[in-house]
């Protein structure tokens, strides 16, 4: 059976304490580090809806090992402006990655289509194995 879940990650990291320090000081406005994701289920395949609002379609990544598939996003701006008494810099950097277990998908049909800060994902199900049947001679 097929459910396209998410990985979790070990509880005793470093990036588990820090996650934790993170929604500690942002308290209910989410997690600002992992991107938000729909999964439907659309009868013949899956469809993936990955909110990656600011990013081009070129910082996205999408990686598959085996039956993991990895979605990441980087991106880096930079931005400066200078006038008579002062000087304004400002930098922004972001990576955000998430992985899912797609076991039970025929990874080579696997689409994507990034529209609007929404990357789609349209990941088909397997079909059923079904052993071949014979006849077996009698000697």
Known sequence: MFDLMTFDRNANTLFQYLDNMERNFFGNMGNV???????????DH?????????FRKEDIHIDLDGDRMTISAQHNASQEEKKENFVYRERRYGSFSRSFDVSGIHKEGIKAAYTDGILT????????VVPPTRQIEIH
């Open 46 to 54: 899956f469809e993936l809806q990955a909110e990656l609002p600011g």
């Open 121 to 128: 994902l349209t990941l088909p199900k397997e079909g059923e």
């Open 33 to 43: 580090s992992q991107f938000r994701t729909d999964i439907l289920d659309r009868g």
